[in-house]
C-alpha cells in the first residue's frame, strides 16, 4: 500500500494504519535526526515527536506532496529547534561525544588494524568537531545532501528553503568543512 492510500485510511478513522508510516520511515528519519542532533538520545526524541506532530496535523498534510518529504521538513524543523535549546547549554556537546562513542562502540567491526583504528577515530572526532561549525540550516542541509542522498527540491522542502538558498546553504557547508577538515588531506587521508 502506498503512503497516500495509507493516509486515506488513517483519515478515513483506522488510526492503526499510521503505524505503517512510522515502520516505512522510523529509520531514515532516525539517521537524519542522529547525524543532525550528534547523539542517540536527541534522535530518538526527534523521531518521537516528528511522528506525534505528523499524526496530529495529518489532515493539514497536501496529497500532491510526498509524505516522506514532509515528515524530513517535521523532523528537520523539530531538530533545529532542538539544537538551538540545547546551544544554550554547552554540556550537550560533551554529552553528543559521548553518545557518538557509545554508539559507534556498539557497531561490530571486522578488526581493522591498530592504526587504522586510530585513524578512523580521530577523523571520526574531527568531522564531528567541525560538523559543529556549521549553522544548524547548513548542517541539516549538508546532512540531507550528504548522508542521506536527498536532491535539492526536497531538501529545500524539507527545510522551507527556495533552490538557491538550499544550494548556498550546501555550498557553504562544504566549503567550511572543507577549511576546517584541511590539515588532515596532508596528515593521512592521502597515506591510507
Known sequence: MDDQAVIARVQAGDKDS???????????????????????????????????????QLDT???????????????????????????????????????VEDAMARIPAADPAVDRVA???????????????????ERAAFVLRHYEGHSIEEIGQALGLNGN???NSIFRAVQKLRRALAPLAGAGLGAR
Open 18 to 56: 499510521f503505524s505503517m508510516l512510522v515502520e516505512r520511515y522510523s529509520h531514515s528519519v532516525f539517521r537524519l535526526a542522529y547525524r543532525m542532533t550528534g547523539n542517540e538520545q536527541d534522535a530518538e526524541e526527534v523521531v518521537q515527536e516528528s511522528f506525534l506532530r505528523s499524526y496530529r
Open 61 to 99: 498534510f497536501e496529497a500532491r506532496a510526498s509524505f516522506g518529504t514532509w515528515i524530513y521538513r517535521i523532523a528537520s524543523n523539530y531538530a533545529l529547534d532542538l539544537m538551538r535549546s540545547r546551544r544554550r547549554d554547552t554540556q550537550w556537546i560533551a554529552r553528543a561525544d559521548e553518545d
Open 119 to 137: 585513524w578512523s577515530a580521530e577523523l571520526r572526532d574531527r568531522i564531528e568537531a567541525a560538523l559543529t561549525l556549521l549553522s544548524e540550516q
Open 165 to 167: 538558498a538550499t544550494k
